[in-house]
Structures are given as C-alpha cells and as structure tokens.
C-alpha cells in the first residue's frame, strides 16, 4: 500500500500557510508571487522585487559587526581551533560516521544554543526582514548550527568525497524537490560572520535559472535529477554575492544555490545558518521538541544531518541561552496569540 500523505498542520498566520514538518510549506500563491499586505519593515521596494525576481536578498548589518566577530571567536573556541596555528585546522577528531566526516571537511560547527547564537536569532532586524518576505509576523526560527571552513586541503580536501552523477552536490543543489507538480516553498537564510573574498568561495546560487525556472522545467525531460540542476552555466551564471561581517543573506529554497571551495593560503569562511518559518504552534510535538531542545542543550532533531558534537556535548559546556520575549515566540515557548513582539 502507499504511504499515507503527511498531515498538514496550519501555520499561525494570517496567510494560509501548511506544513507537516516546519521545513517546506505549502501555499496559494508562491513567495515570489506574493502581494504584499503587511509594510515593509526592512527591505526597500527595489529588495523585495529583487527577492522574487532572482531568489534572493541581502540585508545589510542585520546583526552588528562586533556581534558577528563574537560569533566567529566562539566557532572557533567550540571546535578547540586556534585561528593563529592554522595547523590546527586539520587534525581530525574521531568520526562517528562517514556522514560525520563530511561535515567536517564542510567544515560544520556543531553548536545550536550558545547565547551569541540565540542574540542573532532573537535579533529585531534578522525577525523583521523573514516578516517582509513571509508577509506574516508569527514565525518561528530553525534551531541551526555554523560553519567555519578552513582552505579546503589536506584532512579537508573536498577530493576525500567521493563524487555522485546525482542527487546532492555542495556545488550547486536545491534542497526541495523541483519535479513536484506543486512546489513547496521555503526559505533559508546565512549570516556572514566575516568578509567575503573570492578566494575563500561560500554562498553561490543561480539566479537567473530562479528567474526562469517555470520556463526551464517544463522543457527538461522525465526523470530529471529534482535536487541537481546539471544546468549550463554559460546560460545560467552562477554568481557569488559579496557579504560582509553582520550581513544576512535570504534565499528562495528554489534556487539553486552551493558553496564554492575555499582556496585561500590561511583564511576561513565563516557563517551562521539562521532561517525562520511560519509558525507551527498546533503542531505540538514540533513545538514541544523544539523548546526541549534550547531547554537541555539537546541536539535538534529536525534534520538528520545535525549530529552534535562527539568531544563534549552542548549541555556540558554552558547553559541554556536567555530569551527575550520575541525569541521566546520564535521558539514556541510562548504563542503568538498573546500580545507582545510583533
């Protein structure tokens, strides 16, 4: 017999939004089709309109320069690297699995609930500017992790994964399904911790297949890769949008986007993973794992690529992070039915 649908549980939002797991959404009208109700609280016009033509939308100084230097000296702390003896950036921890030693050549940073990573994510500026492209206030925010990647060499070289023809590729990928009849929409989003150089690679995307996407699927043949593009990049450029420490990068979970190798001589790139969603408050088992989650330091467990780290676990290395009140309502611990933070 096939597998029953998923439940859809409705989102606490004005908008009709539905999701079975706070990761992909469905909708009436997609995000770059939307019209907005709610006033722009962050983007100008000109951003909004450039969200939904190409996919995506760079926010300028969402959290403060100093902020995201905090960040960067923490990741640095939390892996026990010395950013001084880069020699240290290749000595390789014990893995659990081959998923494990993946992450690490990534250069994943296993930390979810750290203060500093609360402060961004509780931050006035990140919350306004996944209103404006939402068009709802009740959100709530991913329990992500960061990523420090070192010069991609030695115990880091991307050339100790083997490659695939298909499926996933850190290159370029999209992270939903795009054969499906109906597309899910879905938002991510980065904060830079540090400048970005072309040498040191980080976030690229194609954002002139997003533009033509419709276009471009109805011309591909049956049984296409629906993670992988295999696209021309003659025809669909890919291109690396320059951000600085503090900048939070929004994207379209339809565009196709990767993260370029970093080939400098001694210098990392740097970011926070930090999205938010429609809120999911009757979707209780979400909601009450989630709260548990920042309330023992436990690993999320929304996605099974967050793994923890092996060395010493969160829960023994501080406590839970305080929460304002509009973090409380990004993590459900308080609804949005109450009167507060919007």
């Known amino acids: 017999m096939p597998e029953p649908a998923p439940y859809l549980h409705r989102a606490a939002t004005g ?89 690490y050549i990534y250069g994943f940073v296993e930390a979810y609930h750290h203060q500093f990573i609360w402060d961004s994510r509780q931050s006035r500026r990140v919350y306004d500017a996944f209103v404006d492209v939402w068009d709802s206030p009740e959100l709530w925010v991913t329990l992500d992790r960061l990523n420090l990647n070192p010069p991609n060499r030695h115990t880091r070289s991307r050339s100790l994964i083997e490659p695939t ?21 879905r938002v991510q989003g980065i904060i830079a911790l540090n400048d970005t150089r072309p040498e040191l690679g980080g976030f690229q995307c194609a954002p002139e297949l997003f533009r033509r996407l419709e276009e471009w699927r109805v011309a591909q043949p ?6 992988r593009p295999n696209t021309d990049r003659a025809e669909f450029p890919v291109v690396r949008p320059d ?46 794992s989630r709260v548990d989650s920042w309330r023992t330091l436990a690993t999320p467990d929304w996605n099974g690529t967050l793994l923890g780290d092996a060395r010493e676990p969160e829960a023994l290395r501080y406590g839970p992070a305080e929460l304002t009140d509009l973090g409380r309502r990004l993590l459900g611990l308080d609804s949005w039915a109450t009167e507060g933070a919007r």
């Not at 959404?25 to 907005?36: I, N, Q, V």
């Not at 499926?167 to 929409?185: K, M, R």
């Not at 049956?222 to 993670?227: E, K, M, T």
């Open 222 to 227: 049956p049984g296409r890769d629906p993670v």
């Open 15 to 103: 908008r009709p939004y539905f999701s079975a797991d706070g990761e992909t959404y469905l909708a009436p009208t997609p995000l770059r089709d939307l019209r907005k109700t709610e006033p722009l609280r962050v983007l100008s016009e000109e951003d909004f309109a450039f969200w939904q033509t190409y996919g995506y939308v760079v926010v300028r100084e969402a959290v403060t320069p100093g902020e995201a230097k905090a960040l960067l000296d923490f990741a640095w702390r939390f892996q026990g690297l010395d950013p001084d003896r880069p020699g240290t950036w290749y000595e390789e921890p014990a893995f659990r699995s081959e998923l494990d030693r993946h992450l």
């Open 165 to 185: 023809d298909e499926g996933f590729d850190i290159e370029l990928h999209w992270d939903v399904d795009t054969t499906l009849a109906v597309l899910p929409q």
């Open 243 to 288: 951000l600085q420490a503090g900048d939070l990068l929004i994207f379209n979970g339809l565009l196709a986007h990767g993260v370029a190798p970093n080939l400098s001589d001694n210098a990392v790139r740097a970011v926070q993973y930090l999205s938010m969603m429609p809120a999911l408050e009757e979707h209780t088992a979400l909601r009450d």
